[in-house]
């Protein structure tokens, strides 16, 4: 029964691990794409780092945007990490709470790129756009695992 027990916690784990690895990753797959260019956002916040302030047309656009695409990035990073903490600790309030966090913050990113019309506009989606939606669906998925292997702990 205990083997039994321990086969019931580790299905949870190793979804919730897919999860946050998936979202790290899905950040280093194409984002935007044109027939010239295929770039992550991980390429993206490099490009935008690297940038002379003549791309921008104004000082204060090219101060947001060097710290607003690479900290939305470090945020998605942090959060899917928190994510996968609570997870192997069998946390699923704070699972939530930290996938609710990723969502929010690719979610931010991907309104930002399309709102300035650079993706979709400028360029077309790239296959990050549809690995995000399945990185909310794992993380998502590990969450009610999680929950469940709880409840079957208790009993």
């Known amino acids: 029964n205990s083997m039994e027990k321990t086969n019931n916690k580790i299905i949870?784990?190793?979804i919730g691990i897919a999860g946050a690895t998936l979202a790290i990753i899905?950040?280093?797959?194409?984002?935007?794409?044109?027939?010239?260019?295929?770039?992550?956002l991980f390429g993206i916040a490099k490009l935008y780092i690297n940038s002379d302030s003549g791309v921008w047309?104004?000082?204060e656009y090219e101060t947001f945007y060097k710290i607003f695409v690479p900290t939305m990035l470090?945020?998605?990073?942090?959060?899917?990490?928190?994510?996968?903490?609570?997870?192997?600790?069998?946390?699923?309030?704070?699972?939530?709470?930290?996938?609710?966090?990723t969502i929010v913050a690719f979610e931010v990113l991907k309104w930002d790129f399309s709102d300035r019309g650079i993706?979709?506009?400028?360029?077309?989606?790239?296959?990050?756009?549809?690995?995000?939606?399945?990185?909310?669906?794992?993380?998502?998925?590990?969450?009610?695992?999680?929950?469940?292997?709880?409840?079957?702990?208790?009993?």
């Open 12 to 14: 949870g784990m190793f």
């Open 26 to 40: 899905s950040l280093f797959l194409t984002f935007a794409e044109s027939h010239m260019v295929n770039e992550s």
């Open 57 to 59: 047309g104004s000082k």
């Open 74 to 101: 470090g945020l998605i990073i942090l959060f899917a990490i928190i994510y996968l903490i609570t997870c192997v600790k069998m946390k699923p309030v704070g699972m939530i709470v930290s996938c609710v966090l």
């Open 119 to 155: 993706v979709p506009g400028s360029f077309d989606k790239g296959v990050a756009f549809t690995v995000i939606y399945i990185v909310y669906a794992v993380m998502i998925a590990g969450i009610i695992v999680r929950f469940i292997e709880k409840a079957k702990n208790k009993a």
